[in-house]
């Protein structure tokens, strides 16, 4: 009786072990063919967002009204308002809430407040997420902060009446080590490593260029540096710099 019970037994491991190999292989390539699902692109915790500041429209609203309860227009930075990038001509991003404002500028100036870069936009149409780009003919200095500026002209007789938001924008020199990681890295993955070694600039222009296709990433961004709300706000097809 007794070899009977390890005959059946037996005969049930054989018949039972394709199966656990089977579902083990499945799981096993179902890790491998999704590893991004092991991406983050969360920007590395820092100081908190405050309700309002620099990177909140700062100037008086007389002749640009919002809706009440609109989000303002808000300067997508870290939490710090302070930027890092290794670009020579990186890219920046405003929120546009509605507005009746037919213009605004976009500039660029050093620290001793001297202006290296300064246009008007037409902005008459425009609302959403703006993507602005410096011309190429331009290149940041390594090692050198920069303030940069978007107002909306809200009365071209009296520019005090400007909304306008500003950050600070740092160029700093690639490591070999972290260009390395970058050679051979996915987008997706470029991004992550931009975060990790906490380049603002690179980091959303990237996740930028990826979000009809990762959604999810561009939304983790934003939470991450307390700018949830905008998340799902739309791209704006407007402002295209000189080039």
């Known amino acids: 009786m007794g070899r009977q019970n390890i005959k059946f037994w037996g005969l049930l491991a054989l018949a039972t072990s394709p199966m656990i190999v089977t579902f083990l292989g499945v799981q096993l390539v179902q890790a491998q063919s999704t590893p991004e699902l092991l991406i983050s692109v969360e920007f590395p915790s820092g100081p908190q967002r405050a309700s309002s500041g620099e990177t909140r429209g700062a100037g008086t609203r007389g002749f640009c009204p919002l809706v009440p309860g609109q989000i303002e227009l808000t300067a997508l930075t870290p939490g710090d308002n302070v930027a890092t990038t290794v670009a020579d001509n990186p890219k920046f991003f405003v929120y546009v809430p509605e507005h009746e404002a037919k213009s605004a500028e ?54 005090g009446a400007d909304e306008y938001v500003e950050g600070t924008i740092k160029k700093v020199e690639i490591s070999s080590d972290l260009e390395n ?32 296709s990762n959604p999810t990433e561009w939304e983790e961004l934003l939470t991450s540096v307390g700018l949830q709300e905008i998340a799902s706000e739309p791209f704006a097809p407007c402002c295209q710099v000189e080039e």
């Open 181 to 212: 990681s970058l050679k051979n890295a996915s987008p997706l993955e470029q991004a992550e490593i931009y975060a990790k070694a906490r380049i603002w600039n690179e980091t959303i222009a990237t996740v930028a260029e990826l979000r009809n």
């Open 106 to 159: 976009f500039e660029i100036t050093d620290k001793s407040g001297n202006s290296i870069y300064s246009t008007k936009l037409d902005i008459s149409e425009t609302s959403g997420i703006v993507q602005l780009a410096l011309p190429k003919k331009l290149s940041l200095t390594t090692n050198k902060e920069y303030t940069w500026t978007f107002a909306m002209i809200c009365d071209e007789w009296d520019r």
